[in-house]
């Protein structure tokens, strides 16, 4: 039996299909991004806001963030649990990686509702 | 050209402080011969030599090794396969601890066989006359009970070089998938709770070094998507 305790979904079957999921999402946004930047040639600034300041793109962002931040730590909780075999070390890592995704969260839920 | 000029990686832990690569010619004489013709060569040559070797027919799998970069049986490689530029290079199999030359110690690959408990289990009371299969739940168990355990595969998988106390390695999967996929076999939910953690089963990456290595021409990378998909639909 092999324990964890710091992996996303305490489970390996959750933690794979959170990032199949998330994953999805990913690329779902960046490709309406995409799609909206080539319709948009002469994109100014009043439009790129007003399209952030619908709620439906707003709720889209958000979906789009928290995947990227759940994406992120597992695949960055992978990369450390094969390559840092120090506890130490490992545990540094996986501390500063958590403290910025979770900073770079709130920062875009500022981002979005805010100002 | 018939001299084949064969770098072997020599080390005897009683006498050296590091391993080295040690070179040999040996005369082919224009032959395709296989590997372990080579190695067999090269043991008249220098006695002190260790390899493991038992059938030479691909059945035993004892002569797993690294040729020219890539895993696979000395026995049933031949020299037009591997070798390039007339040059050979012959490793032990990555990952595992080198006991002495070619030969390591495969303590591990071994005990994540054992940690699959690769025999069936079945609770029910055991009828007078063998547990019968129908052909088509028998025909579920090809590509998977041909395995010879040579670990060509796991030794293969940068997975299993980092995490082999951890992640269970393709040869072991396989394995856990030709019990789950028996149909005389009940242990099923115990089976699939064993894999379920980050690093026994969902270690594996993907990236199908099993496959291509695998001298039996078996698929561990199919294996392990088939309990996924178990794993997924026991638990949604």
Redesign the interface.
Known sequence: ????IT?LGR???S???IQRVSALVLAVYALFLVAYLLFHPNLDYVTWSGLFAQTWMRIFSLLAFISMAAHAWVGLW?IS???LKHTGARFGFQAVVILAIFVFLVWGVQVLWGA | MSSLQVSVYRYNPETDSAPYMQEFQIDTQGRDLMVLNVLTMIKDQDSSLAFRRSCREGVCGSDGMNMNGKNGLACITALSEVVKDNKLVLRPLPGLPVMRDLVVDMGLFYKQYERMQPYLQNDTAAPAIERLQSPEERDKLDGLYECILCACCSTSC??FW??PD?FVGPAGLLQAYRFLADSRDNATQARLA??????????CRGIMNCVSVCPKGLNPTRAIGKI?EM??SN??
């Open positions: 039996m092999v324990t964890n992996n489970s390996g079957l933690d794979w299909l992978t649990t094969d390559y | 940068p997975s980092w995490n951890k064993e894999l379920e953690d980050p690093f026994s089963l969902f270690r996924r794993l997924l638990a949604t």
